[in-house]
C-alpha cells in the first residue's frame, strides 16, 4: 500500500514482513456501508440494497489479500538509444519559457469534445501503473537550478516503479507487493469486518443543505482513519509508534489525521473527482457481491470490467481511432518487444516505458478544467435545490479530500467525512456539454490553477508549476526526444511510418525554441501536445497515441490472467458475456450498475 504520494513527496511504505495465508471463508452480503450510531437495518434500494452495519466482526486477515514478495516492476525506455534534448543552459531557458508560454489559456480552443471523466479517469488508471517518477528519489529529483540529463542506465537502476505495472487495480484493493505489518493491517480493514466479500465505503456527513439523490444509500464517500479510530480498529497509541516518516501520513501538528483515506493508494485522495471515481469502482466491486460472488470472483471481475474499459473506452475517446484499431488488431508490437527486450523476473509484474510514464501519458494534464459544474449546489442548479457557487473550483476540489481535510463548518464531523453536497453527481461528467461539462483540448495550454497548485510544496518552487515540472522533469530523465522516438519507431517496421511535425509546426507562435534546436528535437511531453493541438485537440495525435494505445494495450494483452485470455465457451471475456442484457461497456454503463447514475 503507498502512502502519502503526492506530487513532490517523498515514497513512504512501511517496512515489509511476511504474509501469512489463510483459506477461511468469506460470507456473502449485500452491498455495504457502515455508520457505527446506526442499529442494523436494511435498506430497500431497487435494485440495489445496502446494510447499515455497526459490525463487530473482525477483520480478516491480511493474508486473505493477494501477496507478492519481489520487487515491484522497473521503469525502462523504450529506446535507450533514443537522441534526447539538446544539453546546456540555452535548452534550460528554452524550456522555463516554454513552460511560461503554456501556462495561459487565454490563446488555446478551450472546451473539447471529450467527457470529463475520461480526465480523471485516465489519472485512476495511472495511478493503478506507476508510481515515482515524481518523487524524491536519490540525484532523479533534482529539477531546479541547473541541471543536466542524467544517464540512462544509472536511470533505469535507482528509478522503480512502486506499482506492479499491471491494470490489476491494486490501487484499490491495497494488495500491493512487499506489505509492511502496518500496512497489511490497513490492508485487512479495507474489507467489510462483517460482510467480507465486500470492501468497505464511508458514508458522507450532513452538511446541512442536503446531498445529491443518488447514490441512494449514504456510501458515497471513501474510508477514513476517523471512522476506524473510532472503531478502535486504528489507535493514537499504535499511529505514535509508527517510524517517524511513516506517522507523517497520518498524525500531524493537530494530531491523527482524521481525514486520511484508507485507500491502496493515497493518490487517489488528491482530489474530489478521483476520489468518487475511487467510491465507483469499489460499489462494483460491491455489487459483484450482490450477484452472488465471492471476494476472489468480485475482484477478478471487476479487473475484468475495469481493463475492458480501459482497452474499448477510453482509449478510443482520447486516441486516434486508427491508431487503437491498428494496436489492438496486431496486439500490440510495440510493447511486446519492449516486453521480450526487458523480461520481468517475476510474471505477474509489467516493465513500463519511461516515454509513457514520463511524458506520453501526462497529455491529460492539458484536459483538466480550473472548475467544473459539479453537482446541485456547486454547478448549475436544479428545482427544488439551493445553488451554494456557480462551479466546483480547483480549490475546492482539493480541500474537499482527506488531505484537505473536508473545511465545511456544517458538517456533524468536519475532520472526518465528505459532506454530502460534495457528492458527485455524475450525470454532468458522462457526457461532453459546454459550458463546463467537457474536458479541456489536448492543446500546449494548461488551465491557470495549473500553473499554482496550492496542494504542492513551494520548495522547489518548480514543483507548483505543473509544465515547469513536467519539461524539467523530462529534461531531468533524459527522455528521448519526440523526433528521436518516432524515427525509432518508424525504424522497427511494426506500424505504418509515424509523419514527423516540421521545426515550423512546432514552434509557431514560440519562436525561442529555435535557437537551442527544440524545433527539430523537441520535448516529447510538449509534442504530444503539440500534435495533438494540431489534429483538433479531440484526441492525440499520432505519436501519443501509439505510445498510450501500444503501452496500455499491451498490459493487457501480455497479463496471462486479464480479461484479453480470459475464454469464455471459445469467446474472449467481454462484458457482453458476463451480462448480455445489460454489458457493462461503457463508464456510463458501470456508473449506473453501481447506483451513481440513472
Known amino acids: 500500500m503507498l502512502f502519502s504520494l503526492s506530487h513532490g513527496t517523498r515514497i513512504v511504505q512501511d517496512t515489509a514482513v511476511p504474509q501469512p495465508a489463510t483459506d477461511a471463508a468469506l460470507t456473502r452480503g449485500m452491498a455495504v456501508l457502515e455508520n457505527p450510531a446506526a442499529q442494523m437495518e436494511r435498506l430497500d434500494l431497487k435494485p ?27 521503469f525502462r525506455y523504450l529506446f535507450r538509444d533514443a537522441p534526447g534534448l539538446p544539453e546546456g543552459p ?49 540525484g532523479l529529483s533534482e529539477i531546479a537550478g541547473d541541471i543536466a540529463p542524467m544517464d540512462r542506465i544509472q536511470v ?83 499511529l505514535n509508534a509508527l517510524p517517524p516518516d511513516l506517522r507523517a501520513n497520518f498524525v500531524d501538528a493537530d494530531g491523527p489525521i482524521r481525514t486520511r483515506a ?56 482520447v486516441c486516434a481511432g486508427d491508431v487503437v484499431d491498428e494496436v489492438l488488431a496486431t496486439g500490440a508490437p510495440l510493447y511486446a518487444e519492449f516486453l521480450a527486450d526487458n523480461p520481468p523476473a517475476d510474471p505477474a509484474k509489467m516493465p513500463m516505458p519511461l516515454e509513457f510514464s514520463v511524458a506520453g501519458f501526462r497529455f491529460g494534464h492539458s484536459m483538466v478544467r480550473g472548475g467544473y459544474d459539479h453537482n446541485r449546489f456547486f454547478g448549475r442548479a ?27 463548518p456544517l458538517t456533524a464531523d468536519p475532520k472526518t467525512s465528505l459532506p454530502g453536497n460534495w457528492v458527485i453527481e455524475w450525470d454532468r461528467f458522462v457526457h461532453a456539454e459546454t459550458p463546463l461539462r467537457s474536458a479541456r483540448k489536448i492543446d500546449t495550454h ?36 519526440a523526433q528521436g522516438l518516432i524515427e525509432a519507431i518508424n525504424a522497427t517496421g511494426l506500424y505504418r511510418p509515424i509523419p514527423v511535425l516540421t521545426p515550423e509546426q512546432v514552434a509557431e507562435g514560440r519562436d525561442f525554441l529555435t535557437g537551442p534546436g527544440l524545433d527539430a528535437a523537441t520535448p516529447l511531453w510538449f509534442y504530444v501536445l503539440r500534435e495533438a493541438e494540431l489534429v483538433g485537440g479531440n484526441h492525440l495525435g499520432a505519436l501519443g497515441s501509439h505510445l498510450v494505445a501500444n503501452t496500455l494495450a499491451g498490459l493487457v494483452i501480455h497479463d496471462a490472467g486479464s480479461y484479453w485470455n480470459a475464454k469464455i465457451g471459445g469467446h474472449r471475456w467481454s462484458p457482453h458475456l458476463f451480462q448480455p442484457s445489460q454489458p457493462i461497456d461503457s463508464l456510463k454503463a458501470m456508473l449506473r450498475f453501481t447506483g451513481l447514475l440513472a
Do not use: C
Open 48 to 74: 440495489l440494497s445496502a446494510v447499515v452495519d455497526g459490525a463487530t466482526a473482525p477483520a480478516p486477515e491480511a493474508g486473505s489479500l493477494r501477496s507478492m514478495s519481489t520487487a515491484p516492476g522497473a
Open 382 to 408: 436544479v428545482a427544488g435545490s439551493t445553488q451554494l457557487a456557480p462551479f466546483a473550483s480547483f480549490t475546492q476540489l482539493f480541500q474537499f479530500t482527506g488531505s484537505g481535510k473536508m473545511p465545511s
Open 262 to 317: 484508507i485507500i491502496g493508494d493515497g493518490r487517489n485522495d488528491e482530489n474530489l473527482l478521483v476520489a468518487q471515481l475511487h467510491v465507483a469502482f469499489l460499489r462494483l466491486h460491491n455489487r459483484m457481491v450482490d450477484l452472488g460472488h465471492d471476494f476472489e470472483d468480485a475482484r477478478r471481475l471487476t479487473r475484468y470490467h475495469y481493463q475492458w474499459l480501459v482497452l474499448n473506452a477510453f482509449l478510443p475517446a
Open 446 to 481: 494548461l488551465a491557470p490553477p495549473l500553473d499554482d497548485m496550492i496542494n504542492q510544496p513551494a520548495n522547489p518552487a518548480v514543483m507548483r508549476r505543473l509544465a515547469s515540472r513536467n519539461l524539467r522533469r523530462g529534461y531531468r530523465l533524459n527522455m528521448p526526444s
Open 90 to 138: 540555452a535548452t534550460l531557458a528554452a524550456l522555463d519559457q516554454l513552460a511560461d508560454s503554456m501556462a495561459t489559456e487565454t490563446t488555446g480552443p478551450g472546451d473539447g469534445s471529450v467527457a470529463p471523466i475520461f480526465t480523471y479517469f485516465g489519472q485512476f488508471i495511472d495511478h493503478d501503473i506507476t508510481a515515482n517518477t515524481d518523487r524524491e528519489v536519490a
Open 156 to 238: 533505469e537502476g535507482e528509478l522503480d516503479n512502486l506499482r506492479e505495472g499491471t491494470l490489476a487495480l491494486d490501487s484499490l484493493y491495497g494488495d500491493s507487493p512487499g506489505q509492511g505489518a502496518f500496512a497489511a493491517k490497513l490492508a485487512g480493514l479495507m474489507r467489510h469486518p462483517t460482510f467480507t466479500d465486500k470492501m468497505r465505503l464511508g458514508v458522507t456527513a450532513d452538511s446541512g443543505d442536503g446531498r445529491p439523490p443518488l447514490p441512494a444509500d449514504p456510501a458515497a464517500d471513501l474510508l477514513r482513519l476517523g471512522f476506524l479510530m473510532d472503531r478502535g480498529d486504528i489507535t493514537v497509541a499504535e
